[in-house]
T-cell receptor, first 115, second 113 residues
């Protein structure tokens, strides 16, 4: 079956603009995760969803970041008034899981560049 | 808190062995290991659960010491394909720690012919 897909694959935007990043998880996966990876750095947790609920939003860097998930499937990460420090690769992962974390399958990521 | 990985980088020749360590300051429920090649997404290697046994996959295995909140990844007789950045992800035991992974900063492994 299809893996996790993300769109766009690359996004170049101007400082101050809003951007939306999309994630399509593997069908049937209940958990969905967003991470940010800056150049040469590790994976920074942003938010995760269990179904359509987000039990933990503690990783969102500021109130300019928000995310939603509808129908227990597609998720959108929105960054408002982008700043240059938002430039990074944004990775989405999904997992078939209950209360504990199962195997996470990562998408190819969206490379965001804020000029 | 982010787990600490060591070493930060390691260089090997084909056939040599390596150990990558992951240490946390809090009680853990599980430890996950992923490998990421340059320009690609991380790929799952294995999960170690609290109370579980040492896991293995071909020449890559791992252990989890719950009392010390540490995990180690063992790469035996390394191959060129093992090159990449290895991340451990930890799931804390209790409260809001369940359900999410906190990743270490990564260990860059380079295998030369």
């Amino acid at each position: 079956g299809a893996g996790v897909s993300q769109s766009p694959s690359n996004k170049v935007t101007e400082k101050g603009k809003d951007v939306e990043l999309r994630c399509d998880p593997i069908s049937g996966h209940t958990a969905l995760y967003w991470y940010r990876q800056s150049l040469g750095q590790g994976l920074e947790f942003l938010i995760y969803f269990q179904g359509n609920s987000a039990p933990d939003k503690s990783g969102l860097p500021s109130d300019r970041f928000s995310a939603e998930r509808t129908g227990g499937s597609v998720s959108t990460l929105t960054i408002q008034r982008t700043q240059q420090e938002d430039s990074a690769v944004y990775l989405c992962a999904s997992s078939f899981t209950g209360a504990m974390v199962g195997t996470q399958y990562f998408g190819p990521g969206t490379r965001l560049l804020v000029l | 808190q982010q787990p600490v990985q060591s070493p930060q980088a390691v260089i090997l020749r084909e056939g040599e062995d390596a150990v990558i360590n992951c240490s946390s300051s809090k009680a853990l429920y599980s430890v996950h290991w992923y490998r990421q090649k340059h320009g690609e997404a991380p790929v799952f290697l294995m999960i170690l659960l609290k109370g579980g046994e040492q896991k293995g996959h071909e020449k890559i295995s791992a252990s989890f010491n719950e009392k010390k909140q540490q995990s180690s990844l063992y790469l035996t007789a390394s191959q060129l394909s093992y090159s990449g950045t290895y991340f451990c992800g930890t799931e804390g035991a209790g409260g809001t720690s369940y359900g999410k992974l906190t990743f270490g900063q990564g260990t860059i492994l380079t295998v030369h012919p």
